[in-house]
């Protein structure tokens, strides 16, 4: 029998270079060509804010900022470092609160602009600046440079720090821009061991704590050390004793000299903090530190902030203002977490083809402690951090740890995409494998997934919550989950069709571009907004002008949320005119005692409403009210648009003299204050010990303010004996004081202001404010920026010499 021959084996075809498709020519975004892109974007997203007449709106900006900023431009305009603030809470010194005073942006824009376009500018630098951070940092990572520059659109407008410009939150977006970028310096500096790197962190570092917003700076160095511990094992730097110590020593050093140049701000508050409300050492308990926690719910809002509620209401003409659903666990939320539909597509598809990178791990991890920092109270885990985590009882608002996951997930997104693409180049020059068989086809599956997910929320989640309240505009969940389908679907198809090699890298960049862009400024926009340039925004009206008119100083008292006046809380600054309260949020906690401590607010004022001693002691002469009150004690002054101004017929003068002083021990003033015993128009409490030295008997004489600056007051006396000159204004550690140009003791006196010891007869007695903390700590502040500047020029001329001898010959 003849053996049947088997079947001829058929192969498939070897790869050949010839059926390969040609090489792609991968689009080069450099670092110049990305910053600017970057700079363009945000000066054509701000270009509102920069239009004539025009001023850019934010609520705790105008309520309040604006009128500090300005004070600081007029103060450093007449040749001044800013020292007190007497227009608030009976005075304050700036440095309790100094916000980005000395940021060095801000300084130049103070000298170029006038103080209307300082958020403005700022704005543009920081968002140009979160850009090319994270460009840095992809680039720094391994990814290629249109991979970077994506990652950089991403961060840039991040739902966070667009939303922040709403409230005007300077400083946190100061902080969150520069993350990035410290980052960067880091990892260069570990993995070199080069000084110029540490440097750049020491002035990243610098930066952000002059921005002196602490709680998010804590986070950032807190997220960047353990950064830097990963790096250290990453890059194998533990391994080499003698270069780990070095590497160690400098990034100990590079901090240390990021501090050291923020002096301006922490060495005056150093001890201020003890004084402020928020200086008890142990904090506020954990409800304090645990309020304006991110509720679970608005982990929706990294995708769909129309679930969480990111829509808008009017509430006037002028003015919009987000509308949150259901409990948040806060009053209000001025805020939006959305990173963006391309940005959480990535992350999807990172958890596939980034599985094996240890940095998008990292930053997965980072970004989940992240968010069990934000989460705050709702988790348990918080209450370790509470106890375990040095200073963060200090703090409150726990949700401002968002914006480290928000960073993370942009990084994350950024590492997918550089593995997709080195994914679709094997698949080009081999055909097979991992890229040509399953690559694309995970894409395509991951794409629909996350669209599919879109969709089923659009129909389930969207339509369950409850629509929007009538007289809203903007967008419903429903349509909020659409458009994030819409959005993520036009990613994915592009990302698709460039893994099918349907479309070129070039192609895909600009599409994902767009893509990326339109879709965080669909969000982003709506946070901002301008308003009437200053002029007309806070053009004076009748009681102001009526109140103004007034021979001072005096102090007025606006009931808080009843009178129409001031309609924006620390306009009265910008014609000097002196509130009881006011808007600030680290004011002297003695004044807030002496006013009325509230139980769950820093003050409440029920002293100066409920015994007129304690008001009339304040030398509040004018109450504003918004409508009429048939008290004795008052008698109507003006009646105005806004409110009735009364005038306050017991109120002491700003500088008064007592012929008789009730000493008590420390810390019992405000106990003897309560007491029958005090009677401001006779008597003082002062703390401690021993005689005066202002005998008995009867008084006659007076005191008269001759002076009233920022920083300085100057007081007439007469008496018919020795007594206490009493200045109705809040003492401070920080004042001197001389009678007839000989040095005087200032007695903290009735809990909150300062007394000084006059001699009988005529005497001229002047209270200087010289905080000699903040002169050092400037000195150092001008030093350490200039040793940077000095540095970074030093660096830039070696550079350009190296590139000079680098050069061929000519000819």
């Excluded at 597509?345 to 940095?359: K, T």
């Excluded at 982003?524 to 002008?545: N, S």
């Excluded at 204004?729 to 809990?751: E, F, L, Q, S």
């Excluded at 009988?760 to 040793?787: E, I, K, N, S």
Aim: charge should be positive.
């Amino acid at each position: 029998m003849k053996k049947t021959p088997p079947p001829a084996r058929t192969h498939a075809p070897r790869p050949s270079l010839l059926n390969a498709p040609p090489p792609e020519t991968e689009p080069v975004v450099g670092l110049g060509a990305a910053a600017a892109a970057y700079f363009a974007l945000a000066l054509l997203y701000f270009l509102p804010a920069f239009l004539p007449g025009r001023h850019i709106f934010g609520t705790d900006y105008l309520q309040s900022g604006y009128f500090f900023y300005d004070f600081i431009s007029q103060r450093t305009g007449q040749g001044a470092l800013p020292g007190w603030v007497p227009y608030v809470y009976g005075g304050v010194p700036l440095f309790s609160n100094p916000g980005s005073t000395y940021y060095p942006i801000r300084w130049i824009a103070d000298l170029v602009a006038p103080t209307s376009r300082f958020f403005p500018i700022l704005f543009v630098f920081q968002f140009a600046v979160a850009g090319l951070g994270t460009y840095l940092l992809a680039r720094e990572l391994g990814c290629r440079r249109w991979v970077a520059f994506l990652a950089g659109l991403a961060f840039q407008w991040t739902g966070i720090l667009t939303s922040w410009v709403y409230a005007g939150h300077d400083g946190r977006i100061i902080v969150v821009s520069l993350a990035p970028l410290l980052f960067f310096f880091l990892h260069r500096a570990v993995r070199t061991g080069a000084l110029p790197w540490f440097a750049g962190v020491a002035a990243t570092t610098a930066f952000a704590l002059l921005s002196f917003q602490i709680q998010n700076a804590y986070y950032l160095l807190l997220a960047a050390a353990i950064w830097a511990v990963f790096c250290l094992f990453h890059l194998g730097v533990v391994k080499r004793r003698a270069g780990l110590a070095k590497v160690v020593a400098l990034g100990l050093a590079a901090i240390a000299f990021g501090f050291a140049t923020a002096s301006v701000n922490f060495l005056p508050f150093r001890d201020y903090v003890g004084q402020s409300p928020r200086g008890d050492t142990g904090g506020r308990g954990y409800e304090y530190s645990t309020s304006f926690s991110m509720p679970p719910r608005a982990i929706l809002g990294v995708a769909v902030p129309e679930q969480v509620g990111a829509n808008i209401q009017n509430e006037r003409d002028e003015y919009v203002f987000p509308v949150y659903r259901g409990s948040s666990g806060s009053p209000f939320r001025l805020h939006t977490e959305y990173v963006g539909a391309t940005v959480l597509l990535l992350v999807a598809l990172g958890a596939y083809y980034a599985r094996r990178s240890r940095y998008w791990w990292f930053f997965a991890g980072v970004g989940v402690f992240a968010l069990s920092l934000a989460l705050g109270g709702y988790t348990p885990l918080y209450r370790l951090y509470y106890e375990l985590l040095p200073g963060l009882k200090r703090f409150r608002a726990p949700d401002l740890a968002y914006y480290v996951l928000a960073l993370s997930l942009v990084m994350m997104a950024a590492l997918a995409l550089e593995r997709l693409a080195q994914v679709r180049e094997a698949a080009r020059a081999a055909r097979r494998g991992e890229a040509g068989a399953d690559g694309p086809a995970m894409v395509r599956w991951i794409v629909l997934g996350v669209v599919a997910a879109a969709v089923l929320g659009a129909g389930v989640l969207g339509t369950a919550a409850a629509e929007m309240a009538e007289g809203t505009v903007g967008l419903t969940p429903a349509m909020g989950w659409m458009r994030f389908a819409v959005f993520a679907g036009a990613a994915g198809a592009a990302l698709w069709l460039w893994m099918e090699g349907r479309i070129a890298s070039r192609a895909a960049l600009i599409a994902l571009a767009v893509i990326t862009t339109a879709d965080l400024w669909v969000v982003g926009k709506k946070f901002l907004r301008t308003v009437p340039a200053p002029g007309e925004l806070f053009a004076e009206d009748d009681v102001t002008a009526f109140l103004r008119s007034q021979p001072g100083p005096n102090r007025v008292f606006a009931f808080p949320a009843q009178s129409g006046w001031p309609e924006y809380i620390n306009g009265p600054m910008r014609y000097g005119i002196e509130q009881a309260g006011g808007e600030h949020g680290n004011q002297l906690q003695r004044y807030n005692e002496f006013a009325g401590q509230g139980e769950r607010t820093y003050v409440d004022y029920h002293n100066f409403i409920q015994d007129a001693r304690f008001r009339d002691a304040a030398a509040i002469r004018y109450l504003v009210v918004p409508g009429e009150v048939g008290e004795p004690w008052l008698r109507e002054a003006y009646r105005g648009v806004r409110g009735i101004v009364y005038e306050n017929l017991g109120a002491l003068p700003r500088a008064q003299l007592v012929g008789e002083v009730i000493r008590v021990p420390a810390g019992g003033a405000l106990r003897a204050l309560q007491s029958p015993a005090w009677d401001p128009r006779r008597n003082a409490v002062v703390e401690g010990s021993g005689d005066l030295g202002i005998g008995a008997g009867p008084l006659q004489g007076g005191a008269r303010v001759t002076a009233h600056e920022p920083d300085r007051v100057t007081v007439a006396t007469e008496a018919s004996r020795p007594a206490l000159l009493v200045l109705a204004d809040n003492w401070y550690g920080d004042w001197r004081a001389t009678v007839d140009g000989r040095p005087a003791k200032i007695h903290r006196t009735n809990h909150t202001f300062r007394g000084v010891v006059v001699p009988a007869g005529r005497h001229q007695v002047r209270f200087d404010f010289v905080p000699a903390d903040l002169y050092t700590g400037f000195y150092v502040y001008l030093a350490c920026l200039g040793l940077l500047a000095a540095y970074g020029a030093f660096l830039l001329v070696r550079a350009r010499r190296r590139r000079a001898g680098a050069a061929p010959p000519e000819g």
